[in-house]
């Protein structure tokens, strides 16, 4: 049972999080962190990355539902054996990022991002991100160097 723990703390971290910036939170409000690197504000993501498929609202819940259902059932089945943390470790990101984001569009319709990072490339800074995101990048990207 201890290995629901990880994904149920960063999925907990991140609906707090969210709860905190969609409550105290204008769309013009907006403050900087960690010396103007990071831009807080409150934004609302109909789609997926990049808004991709924010005019079919319920595809975009199907996916993602069908997708976070294979990615628990994968790591469900991982967490139970003996050996490659690592594997575990990026399965557990995957599975607490896209809960946090599951629920947000299933209760709400759109996922709630809060952060952009602040960098000389216009273009990226105008991507705005929640630290499920993050989650769910550092998952995919530990799963693929970790996966045998």
Not at 3 to 18: M, R
Not at 100 to 122: A, C, E, I, M, Q
Not at 133 to 138: K, V
Request: hydrophobic letters at 45%.
């Amino acid at each position: 049972m201890i290995e629901l723990g990880f994904p149920a703390g960063l999925f907990a971290l991140d609906t707090c999080i969210k709860h905190y910036v969609d409550r105290k939170f204008s769309f013009d409000r907006q403050r900087y962190l960690f010396g103007k690197h990071i831009l807080v504000h409150k934004y609302y993501n109909k789609g997926a990355m990049l808004n991709l498929l924010e005019d079919f609202p319920k595809v975009m819940r199907g996916i993602h539902a069908g997708v976070f259902a294979v990615v628990a059932g994968i790591y469900v089945l991982f967490s139970r054996q003996k050996g490659n943390v690592g594997l575990k470790i990026s399965l557990g990101l995957l599975a607490g990022g896209g809960a946090s984001n599951l629920l947000d569009r299933l209760s709400k319709g759109h996922v709630v991002d809060y952060f952009s990072f602040v960098t000389p490339f216009k273009r990226f800074n105008q991507i705005v991100f929640n630290l499920s995101d993050i989650f769910i990048f550092a998952g995919t990207a530990l799963s693929c160097i970790f996966w045998r």
